[in-house]
């Protein structure tokens, strides 16, 4: 099972189109997009950047879900703020699911991709930190723990914007914003967390576009943001126990 990974995409509907290039080549895989899919302030358009950027997700949607791949995306702070907290994006987005998916009964999903089965769970951003975080993280996680009870043997892959800070895929992380995933990821135990939000962590020392948690056991990653061109990484899922195989293209 093939996953492909962008974030902070911050406005460049160019870079998500050739992310969907990718991922529809790579088909079947799903493509995760982990937040800060547009800029606030809007830096292309006076005003509703994302009701663009919303049109743009659903046409991809369509264009990957015909080839066999899964578009999934979560929201980040720049869709919160952009949006006046609407952030309509979050959930997976396909043929037959609703967008506004806020609540986590809607957040996790079954997605089958070629043989196998996975179940993602988006998490909205969040502004809040601390123990109404830790509730409100934990309502998401419960939910998805539900849908995959009958599978446990399949990958459950988690869409979290803010990426952990003291670890390599949060190196310069200003905020406590992503504690609580730390937490959650601990009791819930993930296969795969994706995230982003601290752009340049896997450039600077001690930095890494993938970890392993040893509380979780989960594999973290955040590929990055740079100025120009997006940065794709794969996670390739075995059958077995074999850990992930994981390639990160910096600057596609
Ligand atoms: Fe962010």
Same mark, same amino acid.
């Given at each position: 099972?093939?996953?492909?990974? #962008? #974030?902070?995409?911050?406005?460049?509907?160019?870079?998500?189109? /050739?992310?969907?290039?990718?991922?529809?080549?790579? /088909?079947?895989?799903?493509?995760?997009?982990?937040?800060?899919?547009?800029?606030?302030?809007?830096?292309?358009?006076?005003?509703?950047?994302?009701?663009?950027?919303?049109? #743009?997700?659903?046409?991809?949607?369509?264009?990957?879900?015909? +080839?066999?791949?899964?578009?999934?995306?979560? +929201?980040?702070?720049?869709?919160?703020?952009?949006?006046?907290?609407?952030?309509?994006? &979050?959930?997976?987005?396909?043929?037959?699911?609703?967008?506004?998916?806020?609540?986590?009964?809607?957040?996790?999903?079954?997605?089958?991709?070629?043989?196998?089965?996975?179940?993602?769970?988006?998490?909205?951003?969040?502004?809040?930190?601390?123990? +109404?975080?830790?509730?409100?993280?934990?309502? &998401? /996680?419960?939910?998805?723990?539900?849908?995959?009870?009958? &599978?446990?043997?399949?990958?459950?892959?988690?869409?979290?914007?803010?990426?952990?800070?003291?670890?390599?895929?949060?190196?310069?992380?200003?905020?406590?914003?992503?504690?609580?995933?730390?937490?959650?990821?601990?009791?819930?135990?993930? +296969?795969?967390?994706?995230?982003?939000?601290?752009?340049?962590?896997?450039?600077?020392?001690?930095? /890494?576009? &993938?970890?392993?948690?040893?509380?979780?056991?989960?594999?973290?990653?955040?590929?990055?943001?740079?100025?120009?061109?997006?940065?794709?990484?794969?996670?390739?899922?075995? #059958?077995?126990?074999?850990?992930?195989?994981?390639?990160?293209?910096?600057?596609?």
């Amino acid at each position: 099972m093939n996953l492909l990974h #962008t #974030t902070d995409l911050h406005g460049d509907l160019a870079g998500l189109e /050739a992310a969907a290039d990718l991922a529809a080549a790579s /088909a079947p895989c799903i493509l995760a997009v982990s937040g800060d899919i547009v800029e606030w302030p809007m830096r292309c358009l006076e005003k509703d950047e994302w009701m663009p950027c919303m049109d #743009t997700l659903f046409k991809i949607s369509d264009r990957l879900a015909a +080839s066999g791949a899964t578009l999934a995306a979560t +929201s980040g702070n720049h869709d919160a703020w952009a949006s006046a907290g609407r952030v309509p994006w &979050f959930g997976l987005l396909r043929p037959g699911f609703a967008a506004d998916a806020l609540q986590p009964a809607r957040s996790s999903h079954e997605v089958q991709i070629g043989d196998g089965l996975a179940i993602v769970t988006c998490f909205p951003w969040r502004n809040d930190s601390g123990p +109404s975080a830790l509730s409100a993280v934990t309502d &998401f /996680a419960e939910a998805g723990r539900m849908l995959r009870e009958p &599978f446990p043997e399949s990958p459950w892959i988690w869409l979290y914007h803010s990426a952990p800070g003291g670890t390599p895929v949060g190196v310069g992380a200003a905020n406590d914003e992503a504690n609580a995933i730390m937490e959650v990821a601990a009791a819930y135990r993930p +296969s795969i967390v994706l995230c982003g939000h601290v752009h340049g962590s896997p450039w600077l020392d001690g930095g /890494a576009p &993938f970890w392993t948690d040893p509380r979780s056991g989960a594999l973290f990653s955040n590929p990055g943001r740079r100025q120009t061109g997006i940065c794709l990484s794969s996670i390739e899922i075995g #059958t077995g126990t074999e850990p992930p195989v994981c390639n990160w293209r910096p600057n596609l």
